[in-house]
């Protein structure tokens, strides 16, 4: 364990964490728009810069390593006036529409420009401008809008192993791409979305059915219905509707999901889901109350159990549905109608 | 390599092709090679030397060429510094050439009978 | 190996070899042959001998003869006269600036005199193909001697005790940077020779991998022994073919004598080496980019710490150190620490080259002791400027550089003096600047290098290089406000402050250099709209002095935009400014000077 | 899972066998894929290469319903190493020198004629994973649905055990389970056999426990399984039919044999869509999503995680829960919860494996069982320090070629997957516009030399037939799988479940041998 001062505050903390960590385990908030705890420090964005004394310069908060003794302030004035210095630089090119940009009210630039008062640049030069790509089903790069923190390219090499997007060309032509800028319909990518959840501004957005603003939604924690790996996510609910998912760190997914739980929702809210139970008549499927859907299942079930015995019934459960509704259907089978003939496609 | 002797026999062998270029000390053997040296011969001798030299693996001789010393009518000349000391050679063969080598260069012996002052006698 | 008579030098380096050097040595070739010299004559391609200015460049032993600005025409006047007749050709000997004498012997030639030649010192003296010649200039003694007599601590404790100090720009100890990587643990370890040389106009890392590559191959098998790594990576720029042919070469000569591979003097020491071809991106000097493209990934800078002694190559402890640096370690092995450490200042041992450039008499490659003033540098050993002009300042540390004035010429050079001043050594670059340059010019042009070559990961860089390049672009076209230089100022500060690595803490510093000690030239740009040296061709006006003018119109009939007006014999003529393009070709046809440049 | 998710990325060497983890189960295999990046050796074994394989240090592209052989043989080599480790076979498990007996017969030689893979490579294999530190074994369906699943999975179980690669971080014999909540099921006892957590319906004891919770006297008579029903459907034996959110008309082998069977039982099913199944059913139940109800899923690492109710359902649906609740009230047993945790309340009581367990605890993140008390944190590693059941024993198993293959009609194999864009049976999937565009239709992947064979060129429709039917679909020519093999996605509907075998089942948990099907396969007309 090592000491040092935050701030005005001694902070313990374990040897090798870096003055990001140590600050944010006292509740001192730095703002940072690449730093992601899954990747290797990468202090691509520099935003996060502090003053520590006795050093050369201002350093990355995110990438350097707190020592013992240390004295860091991370809101001097020189500090204030790199940050600031540096979200000038950025707004210098990147384009203000705010006003139209889906992002809005999710956005860290947005934010940070908000809690240090840049309103605009003062640098009146060229600006990036790049064809959206739109290749990709799921989502779009707006790299007009990309900040170039990196986070997509490292979140796709070194969380999603995938490396379908890096960064091509240098200097101020630089920017996040496929191999030869092909696109990310011909890239490797697999469109688990787990770069568009990193991405800090507007550059990466999940292609949207339907408009709505972060400000307007709900959000709903829950586990992914998909396969067994039980990834956490968030719902994200307008007017009784999911009109996006996103992931969310839980145990078993790293803050990652796939192309389905990410993106495949829409059976959630498809026009073609049941809506009243049935009952075949004449032999057709008729739309029936569920009182009379009761008592044909019930009348059946009697009559099945009077004339060829309870094991005559069978129930498939689900591996779909909740632990609470397949404890519940195995008592339904065992207690009320009296089989064990009660079996789920664990197999399948 | 596995060995220091190894490299150290190399280095003795390559040194001798390369000595040109960092010799201060050592014989010089500086043979006339104007047009009157040419003409009288003077080829035949210095490649006389050259491989004389060659074949006895000799140390710290360099042979050198010059112009016109001026008595062509003793060409072709040699002549042989060592230290402060000049022996001038004339009217010299290859054969005398070699014999220099293994007299002169190699056994500190003057080829009396091939110096200028034999001749001029 | 068999004994010549005289040995004619020929340079081959890159600076020579595109001045047809190749085809000097041709000719020399076939005419050995056709006048029946080729058995006793031998011609010898080295490598850089470092006065690029009088390339290319051709010396005979056994007399030192040096032969400068020698075209394929002169080389029968060679062999036929000096060759053949032992006639030195003075005509075509080099001829020092200053004195304009004829130099008849390389050893008096006055850009060597004040030059002491350690990491240089093979270069244009042996044939860099041949490992026999390199064994005879005591070529892998040192290697030997480390093998079979010392322990890697010895060694490192004699790079440690020699004081020398990264020459490709840190100037981190070198010793210290060996014995963190030996202590690193690892199951594997690595040494790399960074020749990556991304300087415009720095070419010395060439110069020793074209002129005497055994010395690298050697140095980093005793770097090998001392870290305990048994591979080794070059990573050279593939704009530099013959570099790596030579080094490939070498190589293969050492693999061939046992100089590289296994049990290596039978000491049961292993080492082997690769190169490894870069694509000429600047920023993969930086180490960690370097490390990234030796990879295979993208050459960009990562953070440090882990440094590369910790963490490398493949994530494994790996040695970096640069070519020249490289070049110094079999000479401090054989000579001694002492004896490195008895030349230089205090805190930089040794020699250090310079690529000299830009108004310069000399220009070309220069290997001078640490502590040699500037002015010696400059004038002693470059030349002095042509033309009579005035020096204004010299720019060291190549693109991310600062410069330095007049009144600090006589600073001995070293690592803590150049950055004091706002500059730094760098791999050596050293361009001086006269009367006729705009310091606001130069400064942009530098960042239209590091703009350029920003890898373009961290903000600060890329995106404040290329506003500072912007705001230089304003003041230069005469646009710019006092509010400018401000803003040109706090940015400056910032990306040097808060950028990621090396590349853009130091992109700044022709920027703030200029700032400090050329103020006066972004004021007079700013507020008088002028350009003192007249470089910016925006702030340049030509005008029609009325006292010379003779009214001959022919200043009109020559201007390209028919914007010189006036009455031929009667009127004077008058330039209209908005509408001249600044060609100058008014003032080039003017018969009586009549027009000037303001 | 024996271990934790998590735990991926502390093992120095991983085993991926049988699971094409980055298309089924793609987070898991992102976290493999960094594993492995991050410096942990990863041997996989595939009968197609499939996108792990080129991350992989040591690909075995193995015939289908190999394993065994190959695992055997991995033992043998081990031990011929001594790279067994002695202390945990002394001290953990029973019947080491029958199993080390068994696998004499497993050279090198052998096993690569069996597996088709070279002997060398299996030689490198076994002792890249028997000289990691910790190394794990990750195995999916590849494995278990074969007639002897169940065998493959004990030689896996044998080939950690003697290498003491169990009951530690970074280790254990890890199933990757396909569905969400495939865990949860089994654990509630949706199985014939077992009441909650395991509890046999033939143990007294327990199902006297269950008659006092539930105040009914339960059967002690085993039930049957999914595969049992359609035949027991057939012989009359079973005549109603309640399916709740499954459609065997494109998940079970042999769809044909299905569909018969669920045209003649009387037939209920509960869903979100009008499936393939439920166009059979007499009565269909509308059913709420896992978006609009409140309770939890257990993962594949045995994590029990909330689900939370994000919106209302559509028209009439309800819960699967209220709507059993409903029919057991309708069916006279009166039963009365307000919510899925009051259901949670009760299981725990019965079930000593979740009775630590609270929705309380679980609201920030979830809780892996065992977890016994309300104090206990849940459990990373099971078997840690000794078996679960006191000592492992090592049952030696032998290969058996599937009874599928052999005969000259169908002389190729075909094995059945998942794909990524597509889910099971793609009831939610398939409704997603962006998914189909990328994955619109069946397709069988046949190697070039095949097709060259066959005189098929990439994009062709072919027919596929087997035993039980036939079914045309494209080709897509590939090296992917070697020419002895096809791959058939298994999503679609009058797909490759058509073709798959039914009759044939594992003995022990009567799973189909689905991964290995006897096929040919033309251009179609």
């Known amino acids: 364990m090592i000491t040092l001062n935050i701030n005005g505050f001694e902070v313990e903390i374990k040897e090798g964490s870096t003055i990001y960590q140590a600050a944010s385990s006292i509740g001192v908030k730095i703002p940072t728009l690449c730093h992601d705890e899954r990747l290797k420090p990468h202090g691509s964005c520099r935003i996060c810069v502090v003053e520590v004394e006795g050093a050369r310069s201002l350093v990355a908060s995110c990438s350097t390593p707190a020592s013992n003794g240390m004295v860091v302030h991370t809101e001097s004035e020189s500090v204030i006036t790199a940050r600031r210095e540096i979200l000038d630089l950025m707004l210098a090119n990147h384009p203000l529409d705010c006003l139209t940009c889906e992002k809005a009210g999710r956005c860290t630039l947005q934010d940070l420009c908000y809690q240090y008062d840049i309103e605009e640049s003062s640098f009146d030069g060229k600006k990036k401008k790049y064809e959206k790509d739109t290749s990709n089903e799921f989502y779009y790069a707006d790299q007009t809008k990309c900040i170039l923190c990196g986070k997509c390219v490292y979140v796709c090499s070194q969380v999603q192993n995938t490396d379908a997007i890096c960064f091509v060309d240098r200097g101020f032509e630089t920017h996040v791409g496929t191999p030869f800028d092909l696109g990310l319909a011909k890239s490797t990518c697999v469109s688990c979305g787990n770069c568009v959840a990193a991405c800090p501004v507007g550059a990466l957005m999940p292609k949207r059915k339907e408009k709505f603003r972060y400000w307007e939604i709900d959000k709903v924690k829950t586990t992914c219905s998909y396969c067994g790996v039980g990834c956490q996510m968030e719902l994200l609910v307008k007017d009784n509707k999911v009109v996006e998912v996103e992931p969310v760190k839980g145990h078993s997914n790293d803050g990652m999901l796939c192309v389905k739980g990410r993106f495949s929702y829409d059976f959630i809210n498809h026009s073609s889901r049941l809506k009243k139970p049935m009952v075949r008549k004449n032999g057709v499927l008729e739309e029936v109350s569920w009182d009379e859907a009761y008592d044909v299942i019930a009348n059946k079930i009697t009559e099945v159990k009077e004339s060829d015995g309870a094991d005559a019934i069978t129930g498939f459960s689900s591996a779909r549905a909740l632990t609470e509704e397949n404890y519940l259907m195995t008592k339904l089978m065992r207690a009320v109608i009296g089989t064990n003939n009660i079996d789920h496609c664990a197999r399948l | 390599m596995k060995s220091i002797a190894e490299l150290e026999a190399i280095r003795k062998r390559a040194q001798e092709g390369v000595k040109l270029r960092s010799e201060k000390g050592g014989v010089r053997v500086v043979v006339g090679m104007a047009t009157c040296g040419i003409a009288a011969g003077a080829r035949p001798v210095m490649m006389a030397f050259v491989e004389e030299i060659n074949k006895r693996e000799l140390k710290n001789v360099v042979i050198t060429q010059t112009g016109c010393i001026g008595a062509c009518r003793l060409e072709p000349m040699v002549e042989v510094y060592q230290g402060e000391e000049k022996i001038t050679y004339v009217k010299l063969t290859a054969e005398d050439a070699r014999k220099i080598v293994a007299e002169h260069l190699v056994n500190g012996r003057v080829v009396k009978e091939c110096t200028i002052g034999a001749y001029e006698k | 190996m068999d004994l010549y008579r005289s040995h004619v030098l020929v340079c081959g380096g890159t600076g020579c070899a595109s001045s047809e050097s190749g085809r000097i040595i041709d000719n020399f070739n076939e005419l050995l042959i056709e006048h029946g010299l080729d058995k006793e004559v031998k011609i010898v391609k080295t490598g850089c001998f470092g006065l690029c200015e009088a390339g290319p460049v051709v010396v005979v032993y056994p007399e030192g003869a040096f032969y400068s600005m020698i075209k394929v025409s002169d080389v029968p006047t060679i062999v036929e006269e000096h060759l053949l007749k032992g006639r030195i050709v003075t005509d075509l000997l080099y001829k020092d600036h200053t004195t304009s004498e004829t130099m008849n012997s390389i050893d008096e030639v006055g850009f060597y005199k004040k030059q002491r030649r350690v990491a240089l010192r093979n270069c244009g003296v042996i044939n860099p193909e041949s490992i026999e010649e390199y064994i005879a200039f005591d070529g892998y003694q040192a290697l030997g001697n480390v093998l079979t007599e010392m322990s890697p601590n010895q060694v490192i404790d004699i790079v440690k005790r020699s004081g020398l100090r990264g020459r490709g720009g840190g100037g981190f100890p070198t010793g210290t940077k060996w014995e963190f990587t030996q202590k690193a643990v690892g199951d594997l370890k690595y040494v790399a020779c960074n020749a990556d040389e991304g300087d415009p106009g720095a070419f010395m890392d060439r110069s020793v991998l074209e002129g005497d590559p055994h010395a690298i191959v050697e140095a980093m098998a005793i770097a090998g022994y001392a870290v305990g790594a048994s591979k080794g990576f070059v990573y050279v720029r593939a704009e530099y073919p013959i570099a790596v042919k030579r080094l490939q070469i070498a190589i293969d000569q050492a693999k061939e004598n046992g100089l590289l591979g296994e049990d290596i003097f039978g000491t049961g020491f292993n080492f082997d080496m690769e190169i490894r071809l870069g694509a000429g991106a600047f920023v993969c000097g930086e180490e960690t980019a370097l490390i990234a493209s030796i990879e295979g990934k993208r050459g960009m800078p990562r953070v440090r710490p882990p440094f590369p002694a910790v963490k490398g190559i493949f994530d494994k402890p790996t040695l970096l150190n640069n070519v020249e640096t490289f070049a110094n370690i079999p000479q401090i092995i054989l000579k001694g620490a002492e004896w490195f450490a008895s030349i230089g200042t205090e805190k930089s041992k040794g020699t250090k080259v310079f690529a000299l450039a830009g108004k310069i008499n000399n220009t070309g490659l220069l290997e001078i002791p640490m502590g040699t003033t500037l002015r010696e540098a400059i004038y002693d050993v470059g030349g002095g400027i042509p033309n009579g002009k005035a020096f204004k300042a010299v720019q060291t540390g190549g693109p991310s550089g600062g410069c330095i004035p007049a009144e600090y010429l006589d600073t001995p050079i070293d690592y803590d003096n150049l950055i004091a001043l706002g500059s730094m050594m760098g791999s050596g670059g050293m361009i001086v600047l006269d009367e006729d340059n705009c310091m606001v010019d130069v400064a942009r042009f530098f960042l239209d290098f590091t703009e350029e070559e920003s890898c373009g990961k961290c903000t600060p860089c890329r995106e404040g290089t290329k506003r500072m390049h912007e705001l230089l672009d304003k003041i230069v076209d005469g646009k710019g406000t006092m509010d400018d230089v401000a803003k040109l100022e706090t940015l400056a500060k910032t990306i040097k402050g808060a950028s990621l690595c090396g590349l853009g803490q130091t992109a700044p510093n022709p920027v703030l250099s200029t700032l400090k000690y050329f103020r006066h030239e972004y004021e007079a740009h700013v507020l008088d709209h002028k350009c003192p040296a007249g470089v910016c061709s925006a702030l340049l006006q030509y005008l029609v002095v009325p006292d010379l003018c003779k009214k001959c119109g022919i200043c009109a009939a020559k201007c390209p935009v028919n914007c010189i007006s006036g009455v031929k014999g009667k009127e004077v003529y008058l330039i209209d400014q908005d509408k001249c393009i600044k060609c100058g070709a008014c003032m080039d046809a003017c018969p009586f000077k009549a027009i000037k440049k303001g | ?525």
């Not at chain 4, 699943?149 to 389970?177: D, F, Q, W, Y």
């Not at chain 4, 105040?215 to 359609?230: A, C, M, N, P």
Request: aromatic residues 6%; glycine residues 8%.
């Open chain 4, 1 to 525: 899972m024996t271990n934790g998710i998590a735990d991926i990325q502390k093992a120095d060497a991983l085993f991926v066998t049988g699971s094409n983890t980055t298309e089924s189960h793609p987070v898991i295999g992102a976290q493999i894929k960094r594993a492995a990046r991050n410096g942990a050796k990863l041997i996989v074994a595939d009968p197609r290469k499939i996108p792990l394989a080129e991350e992989a240090d040591i690909f075995l592209k193995i015939k289908p319903g190999t394993s065994i052989a190959l695992h055997n043989a991995m033992m043998n080599v081990i031990i011929n190493e001594g790279l067994q480790d002695d202390k945990y076979i002394r001290e953990n498990t029973e019947n080491y020198e029958e199993l080390v007996e068994s696998l004499k017969k497993y050279s090198l030689e052998y096993a690569a004629e069996i597996t088709g893979v070279e002997a060398y490579l299996i030689r490198e294999a076994a002792i890249m994973y028997a000289s990691a530190e910790a190394a794990s074994i990750l195995y999916c369906m590849g494995i278990t649905q074969h007639t002897n699943g169940t065998e493959t999975v004990m030689s896996l179980s044998n080939l950690a055990l003697i290498t003491g690669n169990i009951g530690k971080v970074g280790t254990g014999v890890n199933p990757l389970r396909g569905q969400n909540n495939v865990q949860g099921a089994c654990d509630m006892g949706a199985l014939p056999n077992v009441y909650t957590g395991y509890q046999p319906v033939t143990n007294t004891g327990a199902r006297e426990k269950f008659e006092q919770a539930w105040g009914v006297k339960l059967s002690d008579k085993i039930g049957l399984t999914v595969t049992e029903t359609f035949k027991a459907i057939d012989e009359d034996r079973v005549k109603m039919l309640y399916i709740c959110g499954e459609n065997p008309m494109i998940s079970d082998p042999d769809t044909h044999h299905a569909e018969r069977a669920l045209d003649k039982v009387f037939l209920v099913v509960q869903d979100l869509f009008l499936t393939e199944t439920a166009e059979l059913a007499d009565v269909v139940l509308p059913a709420a999503s896992f978006a609009e109800k409140d309770g939890t899923f257990v993962n594949t690492e045995r994590r029990i995680q909330r689900v939370r109710k994000a919106v209302e359902a559509p028209g009439e649906a309800k819960p699967d829960w209220i709507i059993f609740m409903e029919l057991m009230n309708r069916l006279g047993y009166e039963e009365h919860f307000n919510s899925a945790e009051e259901i949670f309340e009760e299981i725990r009581q019965l079930t000593p494996q979740y009775a630590g367990v609270t929705y309380e605890r679980i609201k920030n993140k979830g809780i892996q069982w065992p977890c016994p008390t309300l104090d206990h944190p849940g459990t990373n590693v099971l078997h840690a320090g000794k078996p679960a059941r006191g000592a492992g024993f090592l049952k030696p198993v032998e290969h058996l070629e599937s009874l599928e293959i052999g005969e000259d009609k169908y002389p190729l194999v075909m094995t059945t997957g998942r794909m990524l864009y597509q889910y099971h049976t793609r009831t939610m999937t398939g409704k997603t516009e962006g998914i189909n565009l990328i994955a619109p239709e069946l397709y069988a992947e046949i190697n070039p030399s095949l097709a060259q064979e066959k005189g098929i060129t990439d994009g062709e429709v072919v027919k596929v037939t087997s035993r039980r039917g036939s079914v045309t679909m494209k080709a897509k020519v590939t090296d992917r799988v070697n020419k002895e093999v096809v791959f058939v996605p298994f999503h679609w509907d009058s797909g490759a479940n058509v073709l798959t075998n039914g009759d044939e089942l594992d003995k022990y948990c009567k799973i189909p041998g689905l991964k290995v099907t006897g096929v040919n396969i033309e251009k179609a007309d």
